[in-house]
């Protein structure tokens, strides 16, 4: 059963009119639909070309529900939910990730700042060398947007490139590795991705780097600064 196939099916079963998908190659695992007069079509990303059959359908049936602001039964979106969580699905998709990685730089040496090098001195510094080491990446991107990230399906840990600059102290981009690192250890490594939030335990946790308040001050004036122009 092909994709459109699938969604026609589902959308029978719904009750919905004309539906028609296709898979589009997004850089990201994501999905859109547009209403074009009678008809609702998606865009699915291309990463899921391939998929078991029980995971299209699975999804066809999620996608219509949200787009029609339908209530949406767990069993129904659950297996591709698990499915899109799973560290099989992101090992199988992670070297098209990689490449579409477009705002991304796999050169630890930034000119200023080296990833490689912040990571062992904070790995050893904090967390005693246990923390193995993720794919180190720069990101070029509005800083009021983030700082860094923790992509934890591929393990993928990211920097701003606004850290790479000898006129912001080496401890800020310090502090935005350990806390991506917080999130990297606390992942587990299980079958399906786990996603950490910011508890207040990983808040107190945060409070155990050095150069925390300093840290945090230079943080918010970054960001600020950005919002100025």
């Known amino acids: 059963m092909d994709l459109d196939t699938a969604f026609k099916g589902a959308a029978a079963r719904l009750g919905l009119g004309r539906v028609r998908a296709e898979f589009y ?40 529900c949200r787009a029609q602001h339908m209530t949406c039964a767990a069993d129904v979106g659950a297996p591709y939910l698990a499915y899109a969580n799973s560290r099989a699905f992101w090992a199988s998709v992670k070297e098209t990730y990689l490449s579409r990685a477009r705002r991304l730089s796999f050169e630890a040496d930034g000119g200023s700042r080296n990833l490689k090098i912040v990571f062992n001195y904070v790995n050893s510094r904090y967390f005693s060398g246990r923390a193995p080491e993720p794919i180190l990446a720069w990101v070029s991107e509005s800083p009021r947007r983030r700082l860094g990230f923790y992509f934890e399906p591929l393990r993928l840990l990211a920097a701003n490139r606004i850290l790479d600059s000898e006129s912001i102290p080496r401890y800020v981009l310090e502090f935005v590795m350990y806390h991506e690192l917080l999130h990297h250890l606390s992942a587990g490594d299980g079958g399906r991705v786990r996603r950490v939030h910011h508890t207040k335990q990983f808040k107190a946790q945060e409070r155990a780097f050095t150069h925390f308040e300093e840290a945090e001050s230079w943080l918010r004036r970054i960001v600020c600064a950005r919002r100025s122009r």
């Open 25 to 64: 190659p997004f850089s990201e695992l994501r999905h859109t639909w547009t209403h074009n007069g009678g008809e609702l079509s998606f865009r699915i990303s291309d990463y899921l070309e391939g998929a078991p059959q029980e995971i299209i359908e699975s999804l066809s049936g999620y996608l219509l």
